[in-house]
C-alpha cells in the first residue's frame, strides 16, 4: 500500500493576522512552516502569540488618510522579500488591493465563520443569528480580490443553539476553526 503524502515542510508560510491571534496558536500548535508572521496593528497576535517567531508589524492607520493602494504594495514587497510560498490569513482585519492577488493568486487562504456562501462580510456570526438559521459553520478558501470568494478548500458545520449569543457561537466556531484551519492548509500545502 502506498504511504499517504506528507505535508511538505519546505515551503514559506507567512501568517496574517490582527486580533487575538487565537487561530495562529492553533497553526503554531499543529507544527506548520511558519516562516513569519505579519501583523497590521498592535494586537495580541503580535505581542503574545508570535513572539518566540519570526514576526513583523506593518502598522496600517485607520483615519481617512489610509492609503490601501501603498499599504498593500508595503505587503507584497516584505512577502517578497522574505520568499513567502503560501500566505495564510488568519483573523487579518484589513481588506487588500487586488496587487495582492496578482502577486500571490491561487496562494492565499482564508478563513471565514460562515458556511460560504452565506454571510460574507464582517459580521457572519451576527448575520446568521439574525437570519435564524439552524447550522452555520466555518469555511477556508482561496481568497481573491472579492471579499469572501474563492474556490472553497473546506467546510465544517457548527449548530447554532437557541441560548447563543454572538460571542457564545463564535467562540464555537472558532473551536471548529482550529481544527479545520491546520488540516486544510496541509493539504493544500500538497498540491503546491
Ligand atoms: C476567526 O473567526 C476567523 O474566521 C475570522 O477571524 C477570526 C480570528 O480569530 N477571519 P482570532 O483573532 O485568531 O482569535
Known amino acids: ?3 499517504p503524502m506528507e505535508t511538505p515542510m519546505d515551503k514559506r508560510i507567512a501568517v496574517l493576522a ?15 512552516p511558519i516562516a513569519k508572521v505579519y501583523t497590521d496593528r498592535l494586537c495580541p497576535a503580535y505581542t503574545d ?6 514576526r513583523s508589524l506593518v502598522q496600517r492607520t485607520f483615519g481617512k488618510d489610509f492609503d ?11 512577502l517578497r522579500e522574505n520568499r513567502i510560498d503560501l500566505v495564510v490569513m488568519a483573523g487579518f482585519m484589513t481588506v487588500l488591493s ?17 458556511l460560504l456562501p452565506a454571510f460574507k ?17 466555518t469555511t477556508v478558501h482561496i481568497a481573491t480580490e472579492l471579499l469572501d470568494d474563492g474556490r472553497i478548500l473546506a467546510q465544517m458545520p457548527v ?8 460571542e457564545t457561537l463564535h467562540e464555537r466556531i472558532k473551536q471548529a476553526e482550529r481544527v479545520l484551519y491546520p488540516k486544510a492548509i496541509r493539504t493544500l500545502l500538497k498540491t503546491l
Open 1 to 3: 500500500m502506498d504511504k
Open 18 to 32: 490582527s486580533g487575538t491571534g487565537t487561530l495562529l496558536q492553533a497553526l503554531i500548535d499543529d507544527g506548520l
Open 49 to 54: 502569540v508570535a513572539k518566540d517567531l519570526p
Open 68 to 78: 490601501r493602494e501603498l499599504y498593500t504594495g508595503q505587503l507584497v514587497e516584505a
Open 98 to 114: 487586488p496587487a495582492m492577488f496578482h502577486a500571490f493568486g491561487g496562494r492565499i487562504t482564508n478563513i471565514h465563520p460562515s
Open 121 to 137: 462580510g464582517a459580521h457572519a456570526v451576527r448575520d446568521a443569528l439574525a437570519a435564524g438559521v439552524a447550522v452555520t459553520g
Open 159 to 166: 449548530p447554532v443553539l437557541p441560548s447563543d449569543t454572538e
